[in-house]
């Protein structure tokens, strides 16, 4: 194998292999280092692809047990057959890793296994499986290593009665009731999923509010929908302890304005408190990459850490902790290197709660906008008046646009409801190329479609939503 680069790339994530294929593309010699044994990171092994694959499945279980006879199809008998339903998403998920090698084969770039660990600015050590090492060089190395859990201290997560997201997407059976430490993006997509399939789903939350950063107004309303599924919440509480005994497992909490004392019994735990980057064994201080405070590898414009020639993209960086993200930063780095102008709009990054409905956002929340002292408007349309979600049963939510109040500019949009996961691209676009809500409002949209409730909140912007 050859042992010289022009680019090295630690990490086979969705950053590190993108990363990867574009420096391909653009001329350079390239490898990439993975120690999983297959490509794709968390997002594609243990992340957004199998829980995607179980949020659409038991949305399906669901509906046809639940809604389908309010709309004149009669289901009798329906099951879930738990260990189908799981074997579907592992061939999802091996489908897709293989496609990324089939990628690397095509744009020519080397694929490395095992664990990556820097020597110098320009030597990398790869372990494999056996131990062995071998020396690469590189003019240059990108380090795309993403993520791991966290957890709360004195809980020791064992992916069986108490587990992270990763244990959480392979459970054998269905816990008559789950407890889930934590209510954000993935704590609450993995709720979404056991409680569709039959578990009694509580969230604690230590804060006063779920989906921490998100528009508050979204995430009030979004707490309510969830809690007309089933889902319970217990918020500005503090988990102790968990324990195990006899019976299942015990999540000892204390409530944060009372102080009063409540012991939880449940079959699982999920402990969904975040992620920190995972930098562990990499050799960044002997070489002379910095971190910041909250272990963050620090870098410039360019994505340039401490050693100039030594890049870091995604979780490991400072930023929202999202694949698209990480995704961008890769094309960024390997476009800089073939000396083009490589780029990265940190303001019009948007973000996906895929529960149903779902929950998406690109750009400042109403928050956002007040600390910053910037003046706004907002418009707002609900889905109970767009004609395509009223006859699809889908009516819940809204769409929110702010826009600067002088210049008409959309700052942000937030949407809670039906298909708003693609439907944040629309908007996406716009605020890309600096949009008014004026510009939105004017852009025909076709009809039936749930896109036009996007049409009419850039014209409720002005006061003058048509349906509403």
């Known amino acids: 194998m050859e042992k010289n680069f022009d680019l090295l790339v630690i990490g086979g994530g969705p950053g590190g292999y993108v990363c990867a294929i574009r420096a391909a593309q653009l001329g350079l010699k390239t490898a990439c ?8 990171g968390t997002c594609l092994n243990v992340g957004c692809i199998p829980s995607k694959s179980l949020l659409n499945s038991s949305e399906l279980y669901h509906k046809a047990k639940k809604n389908f006879s309010d709309i004149g199809i009669e289901t009798t008998g329906v099951k879930l057959n738990l260990e189908k339903l799981m074997a579907n998403k592992n061939k999802s998920v091996q489908v897709l890793t293989k496609g990324v090698e089939y990628l690397f084969k095509k744009n020519k770039v080397t694929y490395i296994k095992g664990k990556g660990v820097l020597l110098s600015k320009n030597n990398v050590v790869v372990y494999d499986e056996e131990g062995k090492k071998i020396s690469y060089n590189s003019k240059n190395i990108v380090i795309a290593t993403g993520s791991t859990y966290t957890s709360i201290p004195g809980i020791n997560i064992d992916e069986k009665d108490i587990a992270s997201s990763t244990g959480a997407l392979s459970l054998k059976k269905v816990p008559s009731k789950l407890v889930i430490i934590g209510g954000g993006y993935i704590g609450l997509e993995m709720g979404s999923v056991w409680s569709r399939l039959g578990s009694e789903v509580t969230v604690i939350e230590f804060l006063d509010h779920i989906t921490p950063g998100m528009d508050r107004e979204i995430s009030k309303e979004f ?73 963050r590898i620090e870098v410039n414009k360019k994505l340039q850490t401490s050693v100039s020639n030594i890049y870091a993209i995604g979780d490991v960086i400072k930023g929202p902790m999202l694949a698209h993200k990480a995704e961008e930063e890769g094309i ?137």
């Open 33 to 40: 280092v993975e120690s999983r044994g297959t490509l794709g």
């Open 223 to 295: 707490q309510k929908i969830l809690n007309k599924q089933g889902i319970k919440f217990k918020l500005e509480t503090k988990v102790v302890s968990v324990e195990k005994s006899k019976n299942g497992t015990q999540v000892n909490c204390i409530n944060n304005k009372t102080g009063s004392k409540e012991t939880l019994d449940c079959d699982k735990v999920l402990v969904s408190v975040g992620r920190k980057p995972y930098t562990e064994g990499l050799n960044l201080s002997k070489v002379g990459v910095k971190k910041d405070n909250k272990g």
């Open 332 to 468: 960024a780095v390997a476009e800089i290197l073939a000396g083009q102008a490589g780029h990265v709009n940190y303001d019009v990054i948007p973000g996906v709660i895929y529960t149903s409905p779902e929950v998406a956002s690109v750009g400042n929340t109403e928050e956002q906008l007040k600390e910053k002292k910037i003046k706004y408007k907002i418009g707002k349309f609900p889905f109970l008046a767009n004609s395509r979600a009223k006859v699809n049963n889908e009516a819940e939510g809204f769409v929110k646009i702010l826009a600067e109040e002088n210049s008409d500019r959309v700052l942000g949009v937030h949407i809670i409801g039906p298909h708003s996961g693609d439907m944040i691209a629309e908007m996406a676009l716009a605020m890309e190329f600096g949009a008014s809500a004026e510009d939105i409002a004017r852009t025909c949209h076709a009809h039936p479609t749930h896109t036009e409730a996007i049409k009419e909140a850039a014209l409720a912007v002005d006061k003058r939503p048509i349906h509403f």
